[in-house]
């Protein structure tokens, strides 16, 4: 029985050799780094740090990104491995803890990516068990994949009270923190962003488009922990509120789409709110993108 349409993963453009073979622990991890890319230069992005702005940040701009990716290149080539490997969370978690360690060496103390070095991690970590189980790369057996094997430890994980700003903040105001997510799939990732995706390219936006309205679509529904840590609970619904206008005014296929994107940012900005949550799920998406898991983008 044929897989149904929306399972089957489409194939990018490749060479006729590249299109044979199945993708390794190097082709997973590139198309990691290759997705915070895509994350860090899409703009206007309210709140967040772009190729031209600092964002709601005094900490860091574009070239602490920059040297945040570099330094995790190997990891997401690693963790990808040990999916492959079938590896233990415990395998997972001590990789990522020395992702991290590497990720604030390189950007003096400065936290650019720990919400991605788990997030994508995992992803990287559950695509390389599926290619070494012959299985196709789609949505659907990445989330199943993610929940059967390791959703166990992740629900014990969540169990430990976080030392970090975003998880206390979770916790003080009843949010799921990111373990939590995890241990469910990450919802927002799969049941927002990836239709979200698939909407706008089946729209024939651009890339640049395709990702804006994915990204205001995630900010609609994620309980960003982010943005809990940084404005409190109204600062959460601030911008919440501010995305679902954003959509129902046409969102990123909108003639304006991007003057309002950047009048929403200097809200952002005053108000000192970064949805970096938000921000790591779109990488995760259009990572996705990248492994020919969702769709393809627009070519132009």
Request: hydrophobic share 50%; aromatic share 6%.
């Amino acid at each position: 029985m044929s897989s149904p349409a929306h399972e089957r993963p489409v194939r990018r453009p490749a060479r006729a050799a590249d299109a044979l073979r199945a993708p390794t622990a190097a082709d997973l991890g590139r198309a990691a780094a290759a997705a915070l890319h895509d994350e860090l230069a899409l703009a206007p992005k309210p709140g967040l740090v772009t190729l031209t702005s600092n964002g709601s940040h005094d900490d860091m701009d574009a070239r602490t990104f920059f040297r945040s990716i570099a330094a995790l290149r190997r990891y997401f080539v690693r963790i990808a491995g040990l999916g492959m490997a079938g590896a233990d969370f415990e395998a997972l978690e001590r990789a990522g803890i020395e992702a991290e360690a590497c990720m604030l060496a390189a950007t003096g103390g400065i936290n650019t990516h720990r919400g991605a070095i788990f997030l994508l991690g995992l992803l990287c970590a559950c695509a390389g068990a599926l290619v070494s189980a012959g299985q196709p790369l789609t949505p659907t057996r990445l989330r199943a994949t993610l929940v059967e094997r390791w959703g166990a430890a992740l629900r014990r994980r969540a169990q430990r009270p976080s030392t970090l700003p975003g998880g206390m903040a979770a916790r003080r105001h009843g949010l799921r923190g990111a373990s939590e997510e995890a241990a469910l799939g990450f919802p927002a990732v799969f049941d927002v962003g990836v239709p979200a995706m698939r909407s706008a390219l089946a729209q024939g936006l651009s890339r640049e488009r395709a990702q804006l309205d994915t990204f205001f679509h995630l900010m609609a529904a994620l309980d960003d922990s982010n943005l809990a840590h940084r404005g409190g609970l109204e600062g959460l619904r601030f911008a919440q509120q501010a995305a679902r206008g954003f959509l129902a005014d046409g969102g990123a296929a909108h003639p304006l789409a991007l003057a309002r994107a950047e009048a929403l940012g200097q809200d952002f900005e005053a108000r000192r709110l970064s949805p970096g949550g938000s921000a790591d799920m779109l990488a995760a998406v259009c990572w996705m993108v990248r492994i020919g898991a969702v769709g393809a983008f627009k070519v132009r």
